[in-house]
């Protein structure tokens, strides 16, 4: 089926790891965007991608890297993960026609919980 | 830089009444794209309606309506004969036309509760 997906959905580690959360869309998508979710925060860009090979970064990308090697794919990792990136990760994708009003589509999240 | 601000972390509403969900933002910008997104606990974001700016008229999704003021910055959300399945957190969010960038501004938002 097209859509988003978003693995794994659960993913507890401990502090130091490296970990990497996939993101995959069937659309071809130009763009491509990582949030986390806080509570009293919302949620918050981290990285985003309007290309293959094209990224830039949100509003909070420290301690995390993207990649961003093939249209479909956006993974986002913590290379040395802490505590505080203890959080609920979303990935979304967007099509990029100008004037045009287009949604972002959401995957389901990753919860991931840093011990 | 542009801000979105969900004031009311928390609202309640008996089923079949109406509730209303309260957005403003600053930008600006005079044309922009504003959005809800409702999340279930299955964490799922789902789209609910979209209003573009240069468009004077209220969007309208079956019960779900916005009252947008664009001279207040004021996008709110109103749900009409409120259903138990429509107890989420609902989120605001702006999106620019002018940076091309396609990034969306969340606000922090609104736990809704359906009262039986």
């Known amino acids: 089926d097209a859509g988003i997906t978003q693995s794994p959905r659960y993913k507890i580690t401990e502090t130091g790891r490296q970990v990497t959360l996939m993101c995959h869309q069937t659309?071809?998508?130009?763009?491509m965007f990582w949030y986390r979710q806080d509570l009293g925060h919302g949620l918050r860009l981290i990285y985003y991608?309007?290309?293959?090979?094209?990224?830039d970064k949100g509003e909070v990308p420290d301690g995390y890297v993207v990649s961003r090697s093939k249209t479909e794919n956006f993974p986002l990792t913590l290379e040395s993960a802490t505590r505080s990136q203890t959080s609920v990760y979303f990935c979304a994708s967007s099509e990029s026609r100008q004037g045009y009003n287009q949604p972002q589509h959401f995957g389901d999240g990753t919860r991931l919980s840093i011990l | 830089a542009q801000t979105v601000t969900q004031s009311q972390p928390e609202m309640s509403v008996q089923e079949a009444e109406t509730v209303t969900l309260s957005c403003t933002y600053d930008?600006?910008?005079?044309?922009?794209?504003l959005f809800w997104y409702k999340q279930p606990p299955s964490r799922q974001m789902i789209l609910v309606i979209r209003q573009e700016a240069y468009k004077q008229q209220n969007a309208t999704e079956n019960r779900f309506s916005v009252n947008f003021q664009k001279a207040a910055k004021s996008f709110s959300l109103k749900i009409s004969d409120s259903q138990l399945g429509d107890a989420a957190m609902y989120f605001c969010?702006?999106?620019?036309?002018?940076?091309?960038?396609?990034?969306?501004?969340f606000g922090t938002g609104t736990r809704l509760k359906v009262l039986a």
């Open positions: 659309w071809s998508h130009s763009y």
């Open positions: 969010a702006y999106r620019s036309v002018a940076s091309g960038t396609y990034k969306y501004i």
């Open positions: 991608s309007a290309a293959a090979d094209i990224t």
């Open positions: 930008t600006s910008e005079s044309d922009y794209y």
